[in-house]
């Protein structure tokens, strides 16, 4: 392998606020994979879309990782499905950009979501270098288990999948599900993917005592806090939440005085429609009392919310992998979640946590129920998922990304040759 990586995340840059709009897991997988491959010696250029006028061309994001921002379309008030209309425009100046270097200046494209797998492709091909490519989300696994309220990814997004699928020297897939779903449904050659696990940042979400995470929040001490942490969209299920809560306040009065609910975040993707739809509810469900709505927060801080939880709720109706689930596990929290796609390799069931197989809300207040009035099954879960949060760590992520490189090159010369 060859000292620069382009890595391309077109939509959303790795410099934004995880939590709100198109911010989330992927900015967290984009620039903690740079700075991991940046410290064994790979140098990364992350191409993004400027989304103001007053961002700086090129900003130094860390040792040996440059995010340069592309002028392609106005910089706001673009929604993410208007941006196809810019792909010309963004590849010209990645294109552009690597013009102006010395010859072989990248040894490698790695491409995040669809949208960037289009750019990925035509660099690929110019530049003669082998193109890996993370799909992240998926329109047909999307389409296949929509929320209620959310709209369906349009034909022009899965045809563009193909296309990348097709045009890739190797994809990542994070779990064993999302390769079997890339090969099952999109037609992919199965030794043309690889299962690479994102990672966690294992210094900042470490364990740091329940009770001392809460003197920081100013959380009474014997209260039941059960967390949501991310965009507030359908996708994401955050009323599945806000209704169990009302169930368990229905089933059991008594609990409003000690039971608290943040939901860290900001609204995203559909919920931009209506951004006090999820508060509207709380209102309506006649829980509003014991919901408290945060701003996104930094990583660091994050970590603290996660450590002072009970349980940290994760009700997607998908995911690819699920980060916030590993993030809450390596601070010792135990998560509950939805048995879809990467959260049941994230969680291991009754071991870190506790996955629920429907979305309806009295199924998940049941389970909440159970972490609620024991303890001790809070204590066994926490120890449960700090061990099985160290599987996961982004230099493992990164050792194993840069052998992709190296097979997807290998790939390449042999496609070529034949």
């Not at 606020?17 to 198109?22: A, F, L, Y």
Request: glycine residues 8%; hydrophobic residues 45%; proline residues 6%.
């Amino acid at each position: 392998m060859g000292e620069r990586v382009a890595m391309i995340s077109l939509h959303t840059s790795p410099l934004d606020q995880p939590g709100t709009g198109d911010a989330g897991g992927m900015n967290v997988y984009v620039i903690e994979l740079s700075k991991r491959l940046a410290a064994q010696g790979i140098a990364v250029d992350v191409f993004t879309r400027a989304t103001s006028s007053a961002l700086p061309q090129v900003v130094e994001a860390a040792d040996g990782v440059l995010v340069r921002h592309v002028a392609a379309g106005p910089f706001e008030g673009l929604a993410k499905s208007e941006l196809p209309g810019q792909l010309c425009t963004f590849a010209r100046e990645v294109l552009r950009t690597e013009a102006m270097q010395p010859l072989g200046h990248y040894d490698a494209v790695h491409s995040h979501y669809w949208l960037s797998g289009q750019v990925g492709a035509l660099a690929r091909d110019r530049w003669n270098v082998p193109l890996v490519h993370s799909m992240h989300t998926m329109a047909k696994v999307k389409n296949e288990a929509l929320a209620d309220g959310d709209t369906p990814e349009p034909l022009s997004r899965v045809i563009g999948e193909e296309q990348v699928v097709e045009a890739a020297d190797l994809l990542v897939a994070n779990t064993d599900t999302e390769a079997a779903q890339l090969v099952e449904l999109y037609g992919a050659g199965r030794d043309a993917v690889e299962v690479i696990h994102p990672g966690v940042d294992l210094d900042v979400f470490a364990p740091r005592g329940r009770a001392r995470a809460r003197r920081e929040l100013g959380l009474p001490e014997d209260a039941a806090v059960l967390l949501f942490a991310g965009r507030i969209q359908p996708l994401k299920g955050p009323d599945v939440l806000l209704r169990s809560v009302a169930v368990l306040l229905e089933q059991d009065p008594a609990l409003r005085h000690r039971l608290v609910v943040p939901v860290v975040g900001g609204p995203s993707g559909s919920g931009l429609e209506h951004p006090s739809a999820l508060a509207d509810l709380a209102g309506d469900l006649g829980v509003a009392d014991v919901v408290r709505f945060v701003p996104p927060v930094t990583q660091a801080e994050l970590a603290v919310w996660s450590s002072a939880a009970t349980a940290v709720a994760v009700p997607s109706y998908n995911e690819s992998f699920g980060l916030v689930a590993v993030e809450a596990q390596a601070t010792g929290t135990p998560v509950v979640a939805a048995a879809v796609g990467g959260l049941t390799t994230v969680v291991r069931d009754g071991v870190s946590g506790l996955l629920v197989d429907t979305h309806d809300p009295r199924d998940w207040a049941a389970v909440l129920r159970r972490l609620v009035d024991d303890p001790a099954l809070v204590d066994r879960l926490g120890r449960g998922a700090v061990a099985h949060a160290q599987e996961f760590s982004w230099e493992r992520t990164a050792a194993r990304t840069l052998a992709a490189y190296e097979r997807a090159s290998r790939r390449m010369h042999v496609e070529l040759a034949s």
